[in-house]
């Protein structure tokens, strides 16, 4: 069988571009976490966690670069890499990208790379370098609400604030994503979220 090499697919808004590495690499790692505010509470033992929102799953591997056979500058490979950093005129931002390698087909944006050169010709030309690269994943809102389960946005909700409760924690409940607080606050015409009296009765919209 033919040896699967790893490439990198970066979507350029009008057009698609296929990164193929020199030399696959021995491994990588995938780091995940979520993020939670603690509030003290007199009397209790412990904070009391509430769940904010999921934080992005980032990538992390080693590419290898040599061109010392053929007595070429490296740099010419690692710069299609580094270069993804640099922001595209037509999207006015990086690259959103795919490692795809075998099982694994990693959508995300290229949020670090260094560069270690190694290798070097006489006249001083790099022949050998690795680069360690961080993807950090991408999707849009509309990709991540089609792939959260959502058990209350299929209707329409009546909701009383609580003392201390705020927007984002209702849509943290209802919606498990603080950052539609702004759909509650439109569909209650609320100019001013900060300003909300205790006892409120207000209506928690189904999300389309």
């Known amino acids: 069988m033919a040896l699967k090499k ?11 571009e296929d990164i193929e ?8 790692g995938m780091e995940s976490s979520n993020h939670y505010n603690w509030e003290k509470v007199p009397g209790l033992s412990m904070p009391v966690g509430q769940f904010v929102s999921g934080n992005t799953t980032t990538l992390t591997l080693d590419l290898f670069f040599d061109t010392y056979e053929k007595k070429t500058d490296v740099r010419d490979y690692t710069k299609k890499i580094s270069g993804l950093l ?5 999207l006015h ?9 075998g099982s694994i087909d ?22 050998r370098a690795k680069l360690k690269v961080t993807f950090r994943s991408w999707y849009t809102k509309e990709e991540q609400l089609q792939n959260i389960p959502r058990h209350s946005a299929d209707r329409t909700k009546q909701k009383m604030l ?3 409760e705020e927007l984002w924690m209702i849509a943290a409940d209802e919606y498990q994503d603080p950052g539609l ?10 100019d001013n979220p900060a300003k909300m009296q205790t ?6 919209p189904r999300l389309d």
């Open 6 to 16: 790893a490439k990198i697919v970066v979507d350029r808004g009008n057009k698609k």
């Open 162 to 164: 609580k003392q201390g």
């Open 21 to 28: 590495v020199l030399f696959n690499p021995t491994e990588y």
């Open 86 to 90: 640099d922001v595209e005129k037509e």
């Open 106 to 127: 990693f959508k995300g944006v290229v949020e670090k790379v260094t560069q270690t050169f190694t290798m070097f010709l006489d006249t001083g030309i790099p022949v």
């Open 199 to 204: 006892g409120k009765r207000i209506t928690v």
């Open 93 to 101: 931002a990086p690259p959103v990208c795919r490692f795809v390698w």
């Open 181 to 190: 607080w702004r759909e509650i606050a439109k569909a209650n015409r609320i």
